[in-house]
């Protein structure tokens, strides 16, 4: 194993989560300082930096440890929703955003309160008990669902409810992966346009017990 890796698995073991120095409709939530804040105390001790950086085709932000020996590694990207590019607000929001996602999810920690999965969103109560789950549902791909804002044919709300069952069942860090792979962009081009509570909440459980996972060395 290498210098870079043994630093690795150091600063993972001794990073903690951000402190929760914001509030949304739906709880605390740490902002992206306080996660870079919690991040580089750690990393720096531990001979890493932090580089984030937005890429097109396709839009996304990139995040990347680079280590002193001059070796690195870096995520797949969270994609940048963001329709209209040319407001620097908005889309200054989604890099925001995406930043503070890609941080928490490469490192493990936590950015949001935890309420056991039962965030409220402005569009749909969610249940205050979770349903039973026999046995997890093969999950769907998000291609599947369609999209036609036209219409109300759209299922999204029973597909991440299956989802949901999917990913706090799963006891492998591989199948939730693949599941991130599969669908977070559909994801984002389609559920946060028609549902962005209900995105948010599905993103949420998703790193929540892809967190878990990790700790538990899955």
Known sequence: ????HDDLVTALAEISN?????????GKYATLPACLDTARETLS???????????TEPDRLVTRLIHSTGEWFEDGGVPLACEN???PQKMGSAITYARRYGLCSMLGIVGEEDDDGQRATP???LPKTKPAAKAAPVP???????FDKSDEKNDWDKWVDDQIIFLETEK?????SLWSSTNIE???KKLKVENEGLFTHLLDVYEKRKAQLQNKGI
């Not at 194993?1 to 870079?4: D, E, F, G, L, P």
């Open 123 to 125: 569009s749909r109560e």
């Open 140 to 146: 769907q791909k998000a291609d599947d669902i369609p």
């Open 1 to 4: 194993m290498s210098k870079m």
């Open 85 to 87: 590019k040319s407001n």
């Open 45 to 55: 001790k531990h001979n890493f930096a932090v580089m984030q950086m937005p890429y």
């Open 186 to 188: 559909t994801l984002t």
């Open 172 to 176: 492998k860090l591989t199948a939730i």
């Open 18 to 26: 951000p402190p929760l120095d914001g509030r949304a409709n739906y």
